[in-house]
């Protein structure tokens, strides 16, 4: 753990704690007289900018100048990972300590990115290029921040309205994912109640396309074609979530990540707009929306997990829906059901500190640890892979199936593994809850990653104690599982923002150069 004494943020000697939250308040518990104020300004172009506040120690030694460089750089990658920014502006009463934080935000994060983190960080920086058309730039000129700050208007109060009803009609939805793409019809009930027709699956890369969209949407357009011609005019709306950063119905197609990571760079505008071509074809003249994957499952969740709890302030607090893919398919939803503009890229979030080696990164990411790989992972660094002599791939069936062995010990180790990927989430919650507080965490059951009602008990298990032992304050919040609902989810979300754009706000827009095509 961190050791904050009267005049140093550690002693010599003593472990630092891997964790950022333990980071967060050891920082924040630095003494007035010991260290300086630091604000860190974000500049979203024409959204409001946000305010990074924290402490630093006031003329650190070597060891401390080291751990707070890494400390401001781990704060500014979450906050680029969810909310966005194409620059930041550091205002501090100490010159010295304005240019140490500079070099750390540039050494970190743009000169030397490979170090950072376990997640590449050049994701992040792609999407800073395509939605501001710009690179992320420092300042520690403190009249950037003053400019920013005079920006900052207090937020306006938001009524407590009831949401919006959904909005009935049938949609032809699609979710196309990292490995598995999915399309149905889906019918919205006039009391919310959904059904899910003609549910097929799809590999999203065979082996004889490799991996290209463009194949991929060639298929779909087949496949889909079957199932309007089916339902004829019937269908109202098309509705497609996709596995990518979307901003104002925008795909955000990024040069060698994720679904585009074949693409040709100069084909990488067109392979973006493929989405919004395929729609619009479909159906011509109806609503359609192409969403993010994690945003149209969020909707779900809010939509078909019960009302949300009110928070201390008497309001609904905020939704975080959580589905295991190949990446963490993270969003959040305030209480009306409302998505904030942002990246909303969780994976890349940092919530853990490694030790230095000449072979990993300094901090690690959610990703894989809150992925279809994560009972892998956390079995693997409890030594559980080599004592029960598993390949990765065996661990989600082995260790669910431990749950119930008759052999306690062995039951024991499976719940650590679940135990972990709880903790993880834990992790999570407490970077998200810093700004603003979580009402309910709901996590999509799935039969493929063996998450059900005994696994998933194991995970909340380990959420609860990794909270209590880290001071988080999230015991209010609930943690809840939609069984089995991991496979049509995207597609239910994705069928009520088509249907219901007037009455359900899409996802929210963030200021983007390019255009929805």
Do not use: K
């Not at 060698?256 to 040709?264: K, Q, S, T």
């Not at 159906?283 to 929306?289: C, T, Y």
């Not at 230095?356 to 279809?372: K, M, Q, V």
């Not at 009402?439 to 998450?451: H, K, Q």
């Amino acid at each position: 753990m961190l050791h904050t004494p009267a005049t140093r943020l550690f002693r010599a000697g003593t472990a630092v704690s891997p964790y950022l939250a333990a980071w967060h308040r050891e920082f924040a518990a630095l003494p007035a007289g010991e260290s300086v104020p630091v604000e860190l300004w974000f500049d979203r172009g024409e959204l409001p900018p946000l305010r990074e506040h924290l402490r630093l120690p006031l003329h650190p030694d070597p060891a401390e100048r080291h751990l707070a460089g890494r400390y401001v750089a781990a704060l500014a990658n979450n906050i680029l990972c969810v909310h966005g920014a194409q620059a930041i502006a550091i205002r501090t009463p100490h010159r010295e300590t304005a240019r140490e934080v500079r070099s750390a935000l540039e050494g970190h994060l743009l000169l030397h990115p490979g170090r950072f983190s376990s997640m590449p960080i050049d994701a992040l920086h792609g999407l800073i290029r395509r939605v501001y058309g710009t690179g992320l730039t420092v300042f520690d000129d403190p009249r950037q921040a003053t400019r920013l700050r005079q920006r900052q208007a207090p937020p306006p109060p938001s009524p407590v309205t009831a949401p919006a009803p959904p909005r009935p009609g049938l949609a032809l939805a699609v979710n196309i994912g990292q490995h598995l793409t999915r399309l149905a019809l889906v019918r919205i009930h006039p009391d919310g109640r959904f059904e899910v027709r003609g549910l097929e699956h799809l590999e999203t890369w065979p082996s004889e396309t490799g991996p290209c969209l463009e194949a991929l949407i060639h298929r779909l357009r087949l496949r889909l074609g079957i199932l309007a011609v089916a339902a004829g005019s019937a269908i109202e709306a098309v509705g497609l979530s996709i596995a990518a950063t979307v901003a104002g119905g925008t795909v955000l197609a990024v040069p060698g990540c994720g679904l585009f990571a074949a693409c040709p760079a100069e084909r990488l505008a067109d392979a973006a707009a493929w989405p919004w071509r395929l729609a619009r074809e479909l159906l011509p003249g109806r609503p359609a929306a192409v969403v993010n994957d994690g945003l149209a499952q969020a909707v779900f969740a809010y939509r078909h997990g019960g009302a949300l709890e009110a928070v201390p302030n008497g309001e609904p607090g905020d939704l975080l829906s959580l589905r295991l893919g190949a990446c963490p398919s993270v969003h959040r939803l305030d209480g009306q059901g409302r998505a904030a503009p942002g990246f909303h890229e969780y994976g890349w979030l940092i919530t853990r500190h490694n030790p230095d080696t000449a072979f990993e990164a300094f901090f690690a990411t959610l990703h894989p640890a809150l992925s279809h790989f994560g009972p892998a992972l956390a079995a693997r660094e409890l030594g559980l892979l080599r004592q029960y002599r598993l390949p990765h791939e065996a661990a989600i069936p082995f260790f669910r199936q431990a749950l119930e062995h008759g052999d306690a010990a062995l039951r024991r180790d499976a719940g650590r593994v679940f135990g972990v990927m709880g903790a993880h989430l834990a992790m999570l919650a407490g970077e998200l809850s810093r700004h603003r507080p979580l009402s309910v965490i709901r996590v999509l059951g799935s039969r493929a990653n063996r998450l059900d009602a005994r696994s998933f008990a194991a995970m909340a298990a380990g959420f609860a104690g990794f909270a209590e032992n880290q001071g988080l304050p999230l015991a209010r919040v609930s943690l809840e599982l939609l069984e089995d609902s991991s496979a049509v989810a995207g597609l239910v979300g994705a069928a009520h923002l088509a249907l219901g754009q007037a009455a359900f706000p899409p996802a929210a827009a963030l200021p983007s150069r390019p255009t929805a095509p």
